[in-house]
């Protein structure tokens, strides 16, 4: 997805819940650095993930091993290519599903959709400073209920 804005504003908004929270999880127990272990918790589905940093290279690399227990971890991987002066291109692998062909499968194509989701909310955030609320509203009837 290619997001008009400087390769370090980007990268920024994945590092710093204060703007990941903007856009994707609701909480979460800290920023991103190098060897890092954070949560991330979706509240309005009751869902959390354990998140390890194993890399970052600044501005240009963000390498996580994140899920849990039940389900299992799998690594994702960001880079934010400069494209020019306000131009970044970024690019998600998650990788590293587990079960029998079909579950792989239905991972990847889960993850995917999900990604899009983000980077399109990441997009509208940064780009027109619009939230866009796509996450909690994906399934707004498996919401938690207070």
């Not at 909480?27 to 979706?42: E, I, P, Y």
């Not at 970044?88 to 990604?115: I, M, Y």
Request: hydrophobic share 45%.
């Amino acid at each position: 997805m290619l997001v008009r804005r400087p390769a370090a504003e980007v990268f920024e908004a994945f590092v710093d819940p204060a703007v990941t929270t903007r856009f994707w999880f609701t909480k979460s127990s800290g920023r991103l650095t190098a060897g890092a272990r954070v949560r991330w918790d979706w509240e309005m589905y009751g869902a959390s993930a354990q998140v390890d940093v194993v890399e970052i290279e600044q501005d240009r690399r963000l390498a996580i091993r994140w899920g849990d227990e039940e389900h299992g971890f799998t690594s994702v991987e960001w880079t934010f290519e400069r494209r020019a002066e306000n131009e970044t291109f970024v690019s998600v692998v998650n990788a590293g599903f587990q079960g029998d062909g079909d579950a792989r499968v239905a991972q990847a194509l889960d993850s995917t959709g999900g990604f899009t989701m983000v980077l399109c909310a990441l997009k509208a955030l940064l780009e027109h400073g619009i939230a866009l609320n796509v996450v909690a509203d994906k399934a707004p009837d498996a919401h938690v209920q207070s």
